[in-house]
């Protein structure tokens, strides 16, 4: 990927330089996704033939930034959230993922033998790893694809062409069974891969930008592993768009400056959304609330109420305000109105 940096462009070249040298190109896209389709066809064929009792795999979602469409040039990568028969329950996933992970992993190495492909895995040092991460390479080593597989417990059940928002007692389970905020958003990767992949193609090049931004930050940056995670970026830019132009045709200099502009002003923050839950249920209501009364930044994943991507004081916020402090002096560019926070009915009288 070209190494330029952003502050360093003119507004007008944001957009040719997406498409030059942000974009994936065909042969990225070829690649994963038949690395993508071996690993699926895999998985529901072999995956656990061995298992006692026996275990199904129910479906196999591509999430992550392939997913979602948002990926950049430079590399393949893909997350596969793998929903099994054998996880009833959010505690049965948090108990059984490290030999549902085991099981996988012992299968991986039989069959790239039989592939003649090579098979490069990342031992976690964790006791209860949430994720297997490896490398899938050709036998001549000239292509590769990074994957990371995460069991997971199958709590929506088959997603319709007409589905609208899961039932109350879903997100009621989550809420009772979660003591680490985010713990099961494995659980809804097909709703947050839908929050993003039907927006508009300009945004999600806008999205790209401000991650590869993101990314020169982390570079720059001698402790970058306390920043903000990318995800909570890539919320806040669709916020920055669906309160500040809703537009198919935007000026990408307006929408990159005005997500800089809310990264100056994360202490103030507090957006949610309430397409997938809502205050409506009296359970959830209360906890979203809750919610909403922490230490800001509060970025609510929109598709699970217990994950704050914001986090409060848990993340260096400052460390990036200051690097788009720096990009916003060098552009004389105007932000959109956009407020820094989410206002609703249902919280309006406690909100401010």
């Given at each position: ?72 040039k430079g590399g393949s990568d ?269 919280s309006s009288c406690w909100l401010?």
């Open positions: 990927m070209e190494r330029r940096l952003v502050a360093d462009m003119h507004p007008r070249e944001l957009d040719g330089f997406i498409a030059a040298v942000l974009l994936p190109d065909t042969k990225f896209r070829t690649q994963i996704r038949q690395a993508v389709r071996d690993i699926c066809e895999f998985l529901k064929q072999r995956g656990f033939r061995d298992a006692r009792p026996p275990v199904r795999v129910l479906k196999v979602v591509k999430g992550g930034s392939s997913g979602k469409g948002t990926s950049l893909a997350d596969l959230v793998v929903f099994v028969s054998s996880l009833q329950s959010y505690q049965q996933q948090l108990r059984d993922r490290r030999e549902i992970l085991q099981e996988i992993m012992k299968q991986l190495q039989i069959w790239e033998k039989e592939q003649r492909l090579r098979v490069k895995f990342q031992i976690s040092r964790h006791d209860n790893p949430r994720v297997l991460s490896f490398q899938l390479m050709s036998g001549d080593g000239r292509e590769w694809v990074d994957f990371d597989v995460l069991p997971a417990y199958d709590a929506l059940g088959q997603i319709t062409a007409n589905f609208v928002k899961p039932k109350p007692e879903i997100y009621i389970e989550l809420i009772k069974a979660c003591n680490i905020g985010g713990e099961f958003s494995t659980c809804f990767t097909e709703l947050q891969k839908k929050f993003l992949t039907e927006r508009c193609t300009k945004l999600k090049s806008l999205i790209r930008l401000v991650k590869y931004w993101y990314i020169q930050c982390k570079e720059k940056l001698q402790n970058s592993r306390s920043l903000p995670p990318k995800y909570a970026l890539e919320l806040l830019t669709v916020y920055a768009w669906e309160k500040g132009s809703q537009s198919t045709a935007f000026e990408t200099a307006e929408g990159f400056r005005t997500v800089l502009e809310l990264v100056k002003r994360y202490k103030e923050l507090l957006i949610y959304w309430t397409v997938y839950y809502d205050f409506a249920n009296a359970i959830i209501g209360d906890f979203l609330r809750k919610q909403l009364r922490k230490t800001r930044p509060v970025i609510l994943d929109p598709a699970d109420p217990t994950g704050d991507v914001g986090g409060g004081l848990n993340w260096n916020w400052q460390l990036l305000a200051k690097e788009a402090e720096i990009w916003c002096t060098r552009w004389d560019v105007k932000p959109w109105n956009v407020p820094v926070i989410t206002h609703s009915e249902e401010l």
